[in-house]
């Protein structure tokens, strides 16, 4: 099974920080092929789905600080991601969001987070090019580094 670029961007991640890591997978994956997979995502935010996810962490409460990292789907999060985000309690969190993408940033996920999280504090995020996130060591450094 390849692995995609955010699971890169997540292993590095970890490497430099010690975090632990948890996959958001949804019930129903999407499809390998790429136009068929970016045509489902795109329809399950067209219907502002929350697709089902395999797993949930039993729970966030021993952490104070969630890497939470993902693609950018049409300027924010899969649908997915909000799946997990609305299942858990954020309040007194600091959830620092990364994304890879292909050239439109972090997109409007930010404030996204910020709506479905009230409690908590949704700090600067980092965005990374999925072409180049093999070697992006150094701008995950900076970024975990100027928090």
Known sequence: ?????????????????????????????????????IAQAQEDQRRDARPELKSYPDSIEAYDTIYLGYPNYWGTM?????TFLEHFDFTGKTIRP???????????????????????????????RGGSVESSENAIKR?????
């Open 1 to 37: 099974m390849s692995v995609g670029n955010t699971e890169i961007a997540a292993n590095i991640l970890q490497k430099l920080t010690g975090a632990d890591i948890f996959k958001l997978e949804p019930l129903l994956p999407y499809s390998k092929d790429y136009n068929e997979c």
């Open 78 to 82: 899969p649908m997915p991601v909000f």
């Open 98 to 128: 990364f994304c890879t993408h292909e050239g439109s940033g972090i997109g409007r996920s930010e404030s996204d987070i910020g709506h479905i999280c009230p409690g908590a504090k949704v700090g600067s995020g980092l965005a990374i």
């Open 143 to 147: 970024w975990v580094s100027s928090l």
